[in-house]
């Protein structure tokens, strides 16, 4: 054991005899390839702590609703003012992986997962070629800019593309959208880690932080994870949500071409015109081939 793990291990140790003290239930220790974990629990519901240990350092992350009293109320007495949410102080780091998702607002289309690994050269070509949060191109541009990125990143990204049929049979099962995200993240993830080193990934919080984390299997957990709205900002996640936007205009543009329809993005009364073309022309089963029926619009069509 070096220096830096046995620092991890100690201030864990330490971390987890305060909170025992405090009568705050905490599981056992567990040790993983690059930190140190501990469960901690009160009632239903669970934080995580884990202590990281590598080049870089000692780092520590609590995990889990930070809405919650009990995130709070631990948050405060193992670290009083200090938040470990890497907020603007957060540096990017020189490699790892960035996820992105699109299509969870729109009615019509698929949920598409991206993600990008860059080293600290690709960043710098990636940043140089406009990459930039997908919200702020247009499709054109989304196109020019995607190709660019493949060039750059060569084999290092995935995309996962879940059809509206194949989540729609995922919600009626799960009954929740993030859980769905939670898995295309933690899928996209693994994939990646399956041809590369990285020890750090950024991806776009879209909800509880464990829905990820729950979702990854052994490569993934390895990893130190880090979840912020508006994730956008740092350049591989930058490079996701176009690849994953891409996806989705792909999608749209042969959808149109076939249906002789113009689909609309995002939920509106354009779309719900749409819908009602759908249905006048190829039935109300053809919705579940091309939208996400748990949304309103289909109950306001039937």
Same mark, same amino acid.
């Given at each position: 054991?070096?220096?830096? *793990?046995?620092?991890?291990?100690?201030?864990?140790?330490?971390?987890?005899?305060?909170?025992?003290?405090?009568?705050?239930?905490?599981?056992?220790?567990?040790?993983?390839?690059?930190?140190?974990?501990?469960?901690?629990?009160?009632?239903?519901?669970?934080?995580?702590?884990?202590?990281?240990?590598?080049?870089?350092?000692?780092?520590?992350?609590?995990?889990?609703?930070? #809405?919650?009293?009990?995130?709070?109320?631990?948050?405060?007495?193992?670290?009083?003012?200090?938040?470990?949410?890497?907020?603007?102080?957060?540096?990017?780091?020189?490699?790892?992986?960035?996820?992105? #998702?699109?299509?969870?607002?729109?009615?019509?289309?698929?949920?598409?997962?991206?993600?990008?690994?860059?080293?600290?050269?690709?960043?710098?070509?990636?940043?140089?070629?406009?990459?930039?949060?997908?919200?702020?191109?247009?499709?054109?541009?989304?196109?020019?800019?995607?190709?660019?990125?493949?060039?750059?990143?060569?084999?290092?990204?995935?995309?996962?593309?879940?059809?509206?049929?194949?989540?729609?049979?995922?919600?009626?099962?799960?009954?929740?959208?993030?859980?769905?995200?939670?898995?295309?993240?933690?899928?996209?993830? *693994?994939?990646?880690?399956?041809?590369?080193?990285?020890?750090?990934?950024?991806?776009?919080?879209?909800?509880?932080?464990?829905?990820?984390?729950?979702?990854?299997? #052994?490569?993934?957990?390895?990893?130190?994870?880090?979840?912020?709205?508006?994730? *956008?900002?740092?350049?591989?996640?930058?490079?996701?949500?176009?690849?994953?936007?891409?996806?989705?205009?792909?999608?749209?543009?042969?959808?149109?071409?076939?249906?002789?329809?113009?689909?609309?993005?995002?939920?509106?009364?354009?779309?719900?015109?749409?819908?009602?073309?759908?249905?006048?022309?190829?039935?109300?089963?053809?919705?579940? *081939?091309?939208?996400?029926?748990?949304?309103?619009?289909?109950?306001?069509?039937?």
């Amino acid at each position: 054991m070096n220096s830096i *793990e046995n620092a991890a291990l100690k201030l864990i140790e330490e971390y987890k005899k305060r909170l025992i003290e405090k009568s705050v239930s905490v599981s056992e220790l567990e040790k993983k390839k690059y930190n140190y974990e501990a469960n901690i629990y009160k009632g239903k519901e669970k934080l995580i702590l884990l202590v990281y240990f590598g080049k870089s350092g000692v780092k520590t992350v609590l995990q889990g609703n930070k #809405e919650t009293v009990l995130y709070r109320e631990i948050n405060d007495f193992l670290f009083g003012e200090r938040l470990f949410e890497f907020r603007e102080e957060f540096t990017e780091p020189k490699s790892y992986i960035g996820t992105d #998702e699109s299509g969870k607002g729109d009615y019509f289309g698929p949920l598409v997962i991206a993600g990008v690994f860059a080293d600290e050269k690709n960043i710098k070509l990636l940043k140089a070629k406009g990459v930039k949060d997908s919200k702020e191109l247009s499709d054109r541009s989304i196109k020019l800019i995607a190709e660019e990125i493949k060039k750059i990143v060569q084999d290092n990204f995935e995309i996962i593309l879940i059809t509206p049929k194949k989540y729609n049979e995922l919600h009626s099962k799960v009954k929740n959208v993030n859980k769905i995200l939670g898995w295309g993240h933690a899928k996209v993830l *693994e994939n990646l880690l399956l041809r590369n080193e990285a020890k750090e990934a950024i991806s776009d919080k879209f909800g509880d932080e464990s829905l990820i984390r729950n979702s990854l299997q #052994e490569k993934g957990r390895s990893i130190l994870l880090h979840q912020f709205t508006k994730a *956008e900002k740092y350049t591989a996640v930058a490079a996701a949500s176009i690849l994953a936007r891409e996806k989705m205009v792909e999608w749209f543009d042969i959808q149109n071409r076939m249906l002789k329809i113009e689909l609309p993005k995002g939920a509106s009364n354009a779309v719900n015109e749409a819908a009602k073309q759908i249905i006048k022309i190829y039935g109300t089963s053809k919705l579940g *081939e091309i939208a996400k029926l748990h949304f309103r619009t289909t109950a306001k069509l039937m």
